[in-house]
Nanobody, 127 residues
């Protein structure tokens, strides 16, 4: 059974850091593009970052560029999202998702493209 499990969320003060993990079971992550999305209360789910399946090309939303870094560890079958300089507006449930198809700069942020989703992990940035 194909499964994605996120972890690493929590409560952090503004300016702090968290590292989210997305662990896969039942399939090999490096054959998939992996995206991170987030959804705050009352808002639509938005794309945060993505790492492509072939060359590891990375994409970021403008709101997180320079603060967040996505990476892949194939040996651990895990994708990470390092989040630095966190702001209160980063508060949301964060989801990882996997897509078998090629994704590019105009498609990575479309949630409908992704085939598999994790259950989400809460990130709260507050003093």
């Amino acid at each position: 059974q194909l499964q994605l499990v996120e972890s690493g969320g929590g409560l952090v003060q503004p300016g702090g850091s968290l590292r989210l993990s997305c662990a896969a079971s039942g399939f090999t992550l490096d054959y998939y593009a992996i995206g991170w999305f987030r959804q705050a209360p009352g808002k639509e789910r938005e794309g945060v970052s993505c790492i492509s399946r072939s060359f590891g090309t990375t994409y970021y939303a403008d709101s997180v560029k320079g603060r967040f870094t996505i990476s892949r560890d194939n040996a651990k079958n895990t994708v990470f999202l390092q989040m630095n300089s966190l702001k209160p507006e980063d508060t949301a449930v964060y989801y990882c998702a996997a897509d078998r198809g090629p994704l590019g700069p105009s498609s990575w942020y479309s949630a409908a493209r992704y085939d598999y989703w994790g259950q989400g992990t809460q990130v709260t940035v507050s003093s």
